[in-house]
């Protein structure tokens, strides 16, 4: 494949966009929808994309659990008059952070080689997972074409 | 041909729609109107320094020194938590871009079908199952999404909020996800500050009138009299807002809710969102994780406004810097608001554009790459400073 994040970015052009939805069936507590939209068939594999959209949720379960670590965490702040988070990340912060270097990832190996760019769902309000579709240019003069992606789009 | 630069990064709490207010460059949040605000302020640091000015110095010497020790301790937090309340993000949704409203009045469309002409369309309602219980969410028309399940639309502030509670003028602030807790602790701290306030008043009224009688203390001790009056009127609205808002926590239900009747048990409709067991529906919300802001409000617009070829040390740390920028849209590297769509060079939204001969000569004209890391921001204000 040739596509590459940097090339993906800087020379691509956007066809579509995607939105995966929340899915509120267990309550308010954040988790997005693991259907896997039509639109992304013949992009990506149905397999890659549940395994992203559930590894994000089990993020997002991690850092909105509670019990006993989030109980520790409420009684400092309390006691402190939730000051001591001028100095202190707090657990979601730092899921978040982990949650952001798994998209990059995620992009650079998985979903850039296809043609795609996965948006990080705090950037679009914990609403949606935005999923870009670039153009596939499969058939322009590159050596290795991937046949995959390359069969669907005739230009 | 002449370099143009920007000359002031933009945050993007300056661009946010909806009705409020910013400080600290963004790091404060509140609603538009704070006249109430300033009057719950005015209140309570009048109060305790009456109080610190009259019965600290006698109570100190004649029963005990913590007692002014705990009222500091008292009064420090609650205007901790009355500051984090008023200041705090309450849990505010961003609007949709624009191709996420496309997306789902396209959805929307689809749903519905086609309408025959004449007929009203049906109203924009999504039914999802919680625990159960079918919860209809509403299509917000100004911020252009279905509202989460507890999101609300503040009309005062012009915001959907997540969780919402209520509006408070007394805090100059919604109530929502992100500060319900403080907004508890809030009237709970100060319900306790104004029976230990009143509780003081009255044994140092009493302690003075053993000694010189009645009508002398009060003369002694002028300040008591207006503490009293506002710590009596205070106790039974901040009490009994505390002894609701304790109530709502142990059904996990939110005050919107509960004026709007949504769990009221007609229609066999219970509260999906309880956990049947008070304990539990506390913890939720007292011990809960501390959500993040959703709204980046000190995070730099990226402006790209510079149609400048010239490129001379670019300072940002992609390696492409030899490769022409070309006026064909872009994959943003951050995702933000500017989509590939968005992100045409536009010089009318810049604040301030100092055009300058100088400058190219100079050799510091270079185009801000769309990729806008802030060291171009801080090149661009240097090289702003050196042209002055």
Known sequence: TFHNLQELRHSASLVNKVFVQRDYSEGTTCKFQTKFPSELESRVERTLFEETVKTLNNFYAEAEKIGAHSYLEACVACSTAYLIFLCMETRYEKVLKKIAKYIQEQNEKVYAPRGLLITDPIDRGMRVIEISIYEDRGSSGSSSASSSTSGSTAR | ?388
């Open chain 2, 1 to 388: 041909m002449s370099a143009v630069m920007i000359t002031r990064k933009v945050r993007k709490w300056e661009k946010l729609p909806g009705k409020n207010t910013f400080c600290c460059d963004g790091r404060v949040m509140m609603a538009r109107q704070k006249g109430v605000f300033y009057l719950t302020l005015f209140l309570i640091v009048g109060t305790c320094a009456l109080f610190f000015a009259f019965e600290c110095p006698y109570l100190a010497v004649h029963l005990s020194p913590t007692i002014p020790v705990f009222a500091v301790v008292l009064f420090l937090f609650v205007m901790a938590m009355l500051l984090r309340t008023s200041f705090s993000d309450p849990g505010v949704l961003p609007r949709a871009l624009p191709e996420e409203a496309s997306f789902i009045e396209m959805e929307i469309e689809a749903a519905n079908g086609n309408v025959p002409a004449g007929q009203r369309p049906p109203p924009r309602i999504r039914n999802v199952q919680i625990n159960n219980q079918i919860v209809k969410l509403k299509y917000c028309y100004t911020c252009k999404i279905f509202r989460p399940p507890r999101a609300s639309h503040c009309s005062i502030c012009d915001n959907c909020v997540d969780r919402f509670d209520h509006h408070c003028p007394w805090v100059g602030n919604c109530v929502g996800k992100r500060n319900y807790r403080f907004f508890y602790l809030f009237t709970l701290s100060l319900s306790l500050l104004t029976i230990y306030i009143f509780t003081f008043d009255i044994v140092h009224v009493v302690m003075r009138s053993v000694d010189s009688g009645f009508l002398n203390a009060l003369k002694e001790t002028p300040g008591t009299v207006l503490e009293v009056l506002v710590c009596f009127f205070t106790l039974w609205s901040v009490v009994g807002l505390t002894g609701f808002h304790t109530y709502l926590i142990s059904l996990n239900q939110t005050t919107n809710e509960d004026i709007k009747g949504s769990w009221s048990g007609k229609n066999r409709v219970q509260n999906p969102y309880s956990h049947k067991n008070i304990m539990k529906n506390c913890s939720e919300i007292l011990c809960g994780p501390t959500y993040p802001s959703v709204l980046d409000r000190r995070g730099v617009m990226q402006q790209d406004d510079s149609p400048s070829l010239t490129t001379a040390a670019t300072p940002s740390s992609t390696s492409d810097s030899t490769v022409p920028q070309t006026t064909k849209p872009t994959a943003p590297l951050i995702p933000n608001e500017h989509t590939p769509d968005d992100a045409k060079p536009s010089i009318a939204t810049s604040t301030e554009i100092s055009t300058s001969l100088t400058e190219e000569s100079e050799s510091t004209a270079h185009k801000v790459p769309p990729l806008a890391s802030p060291e171009t921001d801080v090149e661009a204000s240097i090289a702003k400073a050196a042209a002055h």
